[in-house]
């Protein structure tokens, strides 16, 4: 159990487009979600926090703006990335924390990645 | 800001076993330590998690220090797909129940056959 998919999971685009990215957990309901962004050789960089039904908290330097979190069920979030530029190229990743998790539980389960290259 | 410190590599013999070791000397009280593993372009993995005691799942093993400054992830018997990048985390309380997971900068394990 605790699947989480990711949609696509690498894309091509020119820069100046909008590209939408999918996260889905597949077997079990998450109250929040978090997007994460990981350079070549880098380790992993919280971008946002999403929780279910309310607006996504942005860490600091992430632009809420250029980068759009919907949460609209407990089963799926997207990650917009508006007005793609080269510097925006990289992986990115959601992971996703069961609905009552408890502290024990308290387990991110990622999913694999979306490569993103804006040309 | 809590923060953990890994050497960046480390190389072991395949079916030996292996110990990684973490600093975390500014973690609070009610932080967990967590370990996540990542392949190449995949995501990462959960290894295991504990807060005070010793851990064992049938993953790894992980031993805490008991001042909790410091703790190492064990692998008995590496193989040859345990070759990633091993991240030693702290889970953080931002606010009431809402945590966040802070990375470190990982350590990539080589096995030799």
């Known amino acids: 159990g605790a699947v989480v998919s990711q949609h696509p999971s690498w894309v091509i685009c020119k820069s100046g487009t909008s590209v939408k990215i999918e996260c889905r957990s597949l077997?079990?309901?998450?109250?929040?979600m978090f997007w994460y962004r990981q350079f070549p050789k880098q380790s992993l960089m919280l971008m946002a926090t999403?929780?279910?039904?309310?607006?996504?908290?942005?860490e600091q330097g992430v632009e809420k703006d250029k980068f759009l979190i919907n949460h609209a069920s407990l089963t799926l979030s997207t990650l917009t990335v508006t007005s793609a530029h080269p510097e925006d190229s990289s992986f990115y990743i959601c992971?996703?924390?069961?609905?009552?998790?408890?502290?024990?539980?308290?387990?991110?389960?990622f999913g694999p990645g979306t490569r993103l290259l804006v040309l | 800001d809590a923060k953990t410190t890994q050497p960046n590599s480390m190389e072991s013999n395949e079916e030996e076993p292996v110990h990684l070791p973490c600093n975390h000397s500014t973690i609070s009280g009610t932080d967990y330590i967590h370990w996540y593993r990542q392949l190449p372009s995949q995501g990462p993995e959960y290894v295991i998690h504990?807060?005070?005691?010793?851990v064992n799942n049938r993953m790894a093993s992980l031993a805490i220090a008991e001042d909790r400054k410091s703790s190492t992830l064990i692998l008995h018997r590496a193989t040859l797909r345990d070759a990633a990048v091993y991240y030693c985390i702290l889970r953080v309380r931002i606010s009431g129940s809402n945590y966040q997971l802070i990375w470190g900068a990982g350590t990539k394990l080589i096995i030799k056959p």
């Open positions: 999403s929780n279910e039904g309310s607006k996504a908290t942005y």
């Open positions: 077997d079990f309901q998450a109250t929040t």
């Open positions: 504990g807060l005070t005691s010793n």
């Open positions: 992971s996703a924390r069961r609905h009552g998790a408890g502290i024990i539980q308290e387990t991110q389960y």
